[in-house]
């Protein structure tokens, strides 16, 4: 089957560590194009903007963006007006309504769009909601801290409105959770702290509940000065399960079921999975991460604390 021929939309961290190898390696893909206002990767046409890709007039048959979720939303629909399939990094936009408009117009243009959450496609994620699956939970405790500094370095972008502060890498999480468990998580309660000089959250606590109302307690929190922990633990009544690196990493009861690698395993899978919605006609849209990062904001108590300072 002839590959699919794909632009990169953002060249920063995540199209260079990520998507660049993961495409290379793709039987399904076949990067023909970057959109940068810099320098694209070495070999390919490089365009300023979607526009100039497409007056250029080179076959390309979907875009995968790859830059902050603030302005996703106006890239995504000019190539969805154009034709073109689209992949979205996580967080899929600015707003949750904003991704709701680009699911209809996917539709009504018969394309797909693919909200990817890379955390889901870590080695132990799928393995942890089959074992969930069949037993009643107590508790869970999501665990989720970094070093901003070491993990975001000079991102601008990210203390703004729309970039999330630490919940950029708390929706990992949140997109984890929601995949794990079989019942649908709300928020009950959230306490975010806001550096005093920045627009955005170092930290949250949050509590959220089930139907069934099984505690779910998750901590983010981007002043991590030992190593990271991207940990969750989940209590059953038979038995404890504990995922950590990530996702990567999966033990039940102490004993160790999965080791896989971390986020270098989780492209591929992502790449594999757009190809096949694209081939089948599908979209896939899952905003519940998404919704509850929403909800956090809108219920959240905000704590000021001391300012950050690069
Ligand atoms: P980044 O290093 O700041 O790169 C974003 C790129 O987007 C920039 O290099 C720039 O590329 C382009 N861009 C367009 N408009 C921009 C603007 N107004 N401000 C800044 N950049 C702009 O960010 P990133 O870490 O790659 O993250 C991008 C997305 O991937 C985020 O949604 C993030 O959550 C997600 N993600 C990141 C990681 C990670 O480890 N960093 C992991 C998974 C997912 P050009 O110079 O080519 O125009």
Known sequence: MAPIKIALVGIGKIARDQHIPALAASQDYELVAAVTRHTGPEGIPSFRTIEEMLAAKIEVDAVSLCTPPVGRYALARTAIAAGLHVMLEKPPAASVTEVEDLADAARRRGVSLY????????????PARNWVADRNLRDVVITWREDVKKWHPGQAWIWEPGGLGVFDPGINALSAITRI???????????????????????????????????????????EQ?????????????????LSKGGARLAIGGDVQVDGGAIDAEYPGLYARSAELVRNGESEVDLAPFRLVADAFMLGRRTIVEPFVE
């Open 115 to 126: 909200t990817t959450w890379h955390t889901r496609a870590a080695p132990a994620i799928e």
């Open 181 to 223: 468990m079989p019942n649908h998580l709300h928020l009950t309660d959230a306490e975010l702290f806001f550096p005093s000089n920045r627009a955005a959250p170092i930290a949250a606590h949050l509590t959220m509940s089930d139907a069934n109302g099984t505690p779910v307690r998750a901590e983010f929190d981007w002043r």
């Open 226 to 242: 030992g190593s990271e922990r991207w940990d969750i633990d989940i209590v059953t009544d038979c038995g404890r399960l504990a």
